[in-house]
């Protein structure tokens, strides 16, 4: 993985491995193909993304991001990157206001495998996120399965495990006579409950719901305008009242990526904002201590600030790299990957839950 170059001594690291400085580029055994709607002025505007693509930026602007949202002054120029390592895509939000939700729940962070879609809001703009790989499957008739039922007979049976995506557009995993209409909405399983996110007007039980809001389901569900029905199991028993999670950053912290893209290993809990700490191969109190003899005693200095790092490389044997960039200076943001000598790491939160009534 790492060869001495004789002329000089130095390390000179092999650019294909993930862990040896350089930005990963989605070598994982499951990564692949990746689909993005964002929905714009009413309409579903399609973004695909092939493997190789490891990070996608989410902000208002053009230059910086891959996705760009207009007309919303909460939205930062980067707001939210989404990382995808392996077979699991990383959402970390960035920017200073916290306007970032997943699958109904508000948090700066989630983490998800690509066997499945996911449905994100930034401010007020929703995406609908479909990884190749995330396609519907057939459920047995079990108690841990729903159905599905349109006017025409057609009957699906789906996993209260994992959200669906039900409209006209062929990315669905519920495919609708919805004419004119590409996403219905979305189904989601939440503390033992199912819910119906509508993206359009839906009338269901004779009441219109609201849009972009999450409805509990009943027993069985009448979806009147789009010619279909939703019928939970017998036994299963939705909550009159139920508590959606919601999450805060309780601080920053490192996770070590591995050379096949699996987020595992070492851990750092970053210190308070205002703090500082080196990077070593020390095992020093004051020290993030990384175990590998291509870090320096003195790799890098730290700063942390509030939702962000500062790294200044202090003239490190082998160099210190974010995104796959050398650097000597650079703030450095949640979602972002730091190289040191054979090891990578990315920048994220810890997560304290909270909950919220609905």
């Excluded at 092999?14 to 994982?28: D, E, H, I, Q, R």
């Excluded at 009448?222 to 939970?232: D, K, M, V």
């Amino acid at each position: 993985m790492a060869h001495l170059d004789n002329t000089d001594g130095t390390i000179e690291l092999n650019l294909m491995y993930p862990g040896a400085c350089t930005f990963l580029k989605s070598k994982g055994r499951a990564s692949g193909h990746l689909t993005i709607f964002c929905q714009k002025e009413g309409r579903w505007h399609k973004n695909e993304f092939s493997p190789g693509k490891t990070m996608i930026k989410i902000g208002s602007s053009s230059d910086k991001c891959d996705i760009c949202i207009d007309g919303d002054e909460s939205v930062d120029s980067i707001q939210t990157v989404i990382d995808y390592l392996g077979d699991t895509l990383f959402i970390v939000e960035r920017g200073k206001n916290s306007i970032t939700s997943i699958n109904g729940e508000q948090t700066p962070q989630a983490t998800f495998t690509d066997e499945n879609p996911a449905f994100m809001m930034i401010g007020k703009t929703p995406f609908i996120i479909k990884p190749r790989r995330s396609t519907g499957v057939k459920s047995p008739d079990t108690e841990d399965t729903y159905l599905i039922k349109d006017t025409h007979g057609t009957e699906s049976r789906c996993s209260f495990n994992r959200p669906q995506i039900l409209g006209s557009n062929s990315a669905s995993d519920i495919q609708l006579k919805a004419e004119g209409v590409e996403f219905v909405g979305m189904t989601f399983p939440i503390e033992g409950n199912l819910y119906l996110f509508p993206f359009a007007n839906v009338k269901m039980n004779g009441e219109e719901l609201l849009q972009m809001q999450l409805h509990l389901l009943p027993p069985f569900s009448q979806i009147s305008n789009f010619g279909f029905s939703i019928t939970l199991p017998t036994k299963h028993k939705s909550q009159t009242t139920t508590k959606i999670p919601s999450f805060t950053a309780s601080c920053m912290k490192f996770m070590e990526v591995q050379p096949d893209e699996k987020v595992s290993g070492q851990k750092m809990n970053l210190p308070a904002q205002g703090k500082s700490f080196m990077i070593s191969r020390l095992d020093d109190a004051n020290c993030f201590f990384v175990n590998s003899n291509l870090v320096s005693r003195k790799q890098a200095q730290v700063i942390v600030y509030e939702k962000s790092i500062l790294v200044e490389d202090c003239y490190s044997a082998n160099g210190t790299f974010i995104n796959g960039d050398k650097i000597s200076r650079r703030s450095v943001h949640p979602g972002d990957f730091v190289s040191i000598g054979d090891k990578t790491f990315l920048l994220c939160y810890s997560l304290k839950a909270d909950t919220v009534p609905v």
